[in-house]
């Protein structure tokens, strides 16, 4: 059990490191594999809410599931049809999601019971996740850039966790394994 899970532990992260080496590389190139991503996630949400419409009971929640696939069946076209005004409608919620999460676990930052070394924490994150949100808000063409960039770096990061945690775990199992031979 533990060589498999370690195993593909190290394969998910070669993976990713390629993954990031890739979108390291060709950051235009990411940020269009994203737009294609949305675009499928939105076409198999149409389809789910078209069989959800058949499968239900009433007019009202068939209509409801009918507008809802032909809602996110056009937003697939659209990404298509439109790459650079879907990448734009990313960054724009990708930094105010930056700028929201950043504003509550700011806030969070004051709530009763925390230690100081965590409120400054809460604080810290907070206050780089507004300035994050506000930078790729100020300059959109260069926030599709670095998303795709920053995702390179996290795939690499996690890449070479991964790695390390399944060569740790191979290791595990290797040591259990002679425990449990010595055992018996």
Avoid: C, N
């Amino acid at each position: 059990m533990f060589k498999s899970t370690s195993t593909s532990m190290i394969v998910v992260g070669v993976l990713a490191i390629i993954a990031g080496i890739v979108a390291l590389a060709w950051p235009g190139v990411t940020v269009l594999a994203l737009v294609i991503l949305f675009a499928v996630y939105a076409f198999s949400a149409g389809i789910t809410q078209g069989a959800r419409a058949f499968s239900s009971d009433g007019f009202g929640p068939v209509l409801g599931h009918l507008l809802l696939a032909v809602v996110d069946i056009a937003a697939g076209v659209a990404a298509l049809a439109w790459p650079s005004p879907t990448v734009l409608v990313l960054v724009y919620v990708v930094g105010f999601w930056a700028i929201f999460g950043g504003a509550a676990e700011f806030f969070t930052g004051f709530a009763a019971g925390e230690t100081a070394g965590t409120r400054a924490l809460f604080l810290l994150g907070g206050l780089v996740s507004i300035a994050f949100g506000v930078v790729v808000l100020s300059r959109p063409g260069v926030g599709a850039l670095t998303l795709a960039l920053l995702y390179g770096l996290f795939a690499l990061t996690y890449g070479v966790t991964q790695i390390a945690a399944g060569s740790q775990l191979r290791s595990v199992g290797r040591d259990v394994g002679t425990a449990l031979h010595r055992a018996a």
